[in-house]
Nanobody, 124 residues
């Protein structure tokens, strides 16, 4: 199981970014893929996840209505579309995989495979 996150960058408040998480060694249908973020001096927190099989998305309240998670089974890639970005969204973003197809996004201990992070910086 390998995950490769990309798509981070510097954007002004109100702008958008799309993160990608390319998966290899497994198929998305069999896993939950989650996005997490960690700001300096803070704990890593769950942002969103998409369940294997039915593809149902789940979001933390802090991003609901602004972020959209989606999966492309052909490319074996999960995306996180981030709109209306705020300075408090600044963090290193990580994608992770859980072998449970219905893992909750807030349970980072339930995700056993992690990609490297990608930096998202939102300027005010």
């Amino acid at each position: 199981v390998q995950l490769q996150a990309s798509g981070g960058g510097l954007v002004q408040a109100g702008g958008s970014l799309r993160l990608s998480c390319a998966a290899s060694g497994f198929t998305l249908d069999d896993y939950t893929i989650g996005w997490f973020r960690q700001a300096p001096g803070k704990e890593r927190e769950g942002v969103s996840c998409i369940h294997g099989g039915n593809g149902s998305p789940h979001y933390a309240d802090s991003v609901k209505g602004r972020f959209t998670i989606s999966g492309d089974n052909v490319k074996n890639t999960v995306y996180l579309q981030m709109n209306s970005l705020k300075p408090e969204d600044t963090a290193v973003y990580y994608c992770a995989a859980s072998s449970s197809i219905q893992m909750n996004y807030y349970r980072k201990d339930g995700f056993g495979s992690w990609g490297q992070g990608t930096q998202v910086t939102v300027s005010s």
